[in-house]
């Protein structure tokens, strides 16, 4: 069952923070975020994992509750490169099964 | 090290039609998986292939086919087009397909159009 993302859509100014949620109703093994600019390739951000501990690199982090099966992306102090659609891909099983996303957070950072 | 390549970039196809899309996994990845994404229902999975097996198929209809083969690459195969399957194609590749780390890598897409 597909993951819900909220907020679907978000804008922001430059230097402000945004958090973007991914719910599931299964139990979660792992979770995946990717951002994706207009007519470019889902770009890789980071992995969570059941048991695991908060990511994050540079002013993008993200952590995973696993009581409510839901993970959460950070991003502090925006920049205009952050601007695109944000996607979080879920894993219930082991490393075998396709990941299942969410429909996408668009953000928009404005100057 | 080069990424995931996927061929054509861009196609237009009548209804009724198949088509071939094909895709390059990063060197040294073995699992190779696809997604059709469109506005309306964002990113589904299709399947993934493993050791030129298909391992995993999504909620898509027979039309819809893919293989691996023996170099890792892969093509996915769509017989008697229809209007709904105007789609951005993506292609992601991983590792070892058997690890809930392994990060997967996404392909350019192929943007189909079906009039």
């Known amino acids: 069952q597909q993951p819900v993302q909220s907020p679907q859509a978000v804008i922001l100014r430059e230097g402000e923070d945004a958090v973007i949620n991914c719910s599931s109703s299964?139990?979660?093994?792992?979770v995946h975020w990717y951002r994706q600019k207009h007519g470019e390739a889902p770009i890789f951000l980071m992995i969570l994992l059941k048991g695991g501990e908060q990511k994050g690199h540079d002013k993008i982090s993200a952590s995973f509750n696993e009581k409510k099966q839901q993970s959460s992306l950070y991003l502090t102090a925006s920049q205009l490169s952050y601007s695109g659609t944000y996607f979080c891909?879920?894993?219930?099983?082991?490393?075998?099964?396709?990941?299942?996303f969410g429909k996408g957070t668009h953000l928009i950072i404005q100057p | 090290k080069a990424g995931v390549t996927q061929t054509p970039r861009y196609l237009i196809k009548t209804r009724g039609q198949q088509v071939t899309l094909s895709c390059s996994p990063i060197s040294g990845h073995r699992s190779v998986s696809w997604y059709q994404q469109t506005p309306g229902q964002g990113l589904q999975f299709l399947f993934e292939y493993f050791s030129e097996t298909q391992r995993n198929k999504g909620n898509f209809p027979g039309r819809f086919s893919g293989r691996q083969f023996s170099n890792s690459r892969s093509e996915m195969n769509v017989s008697t087009l229809e209007l709904g399957d105007s789609a951005l194609y993506l292609c992601?590749?991983?590792?070892?397909?058997?690890?809930?780390?392994?990060?997967?890598?996404f392909g350019p897409g192929t943007r189909l159009t079906v009039l």
């Open positions: 992601a590749s991983r590792k070892t397909g058997t690890s809930s780390t392994d990060t997967q890598y």
């Open positions: 299964k139990a979660l093994y792992s």
């Open positions: 891909g879920t894993r219930t099983g082991g490393g075998a099964d396709g990941l299942t």
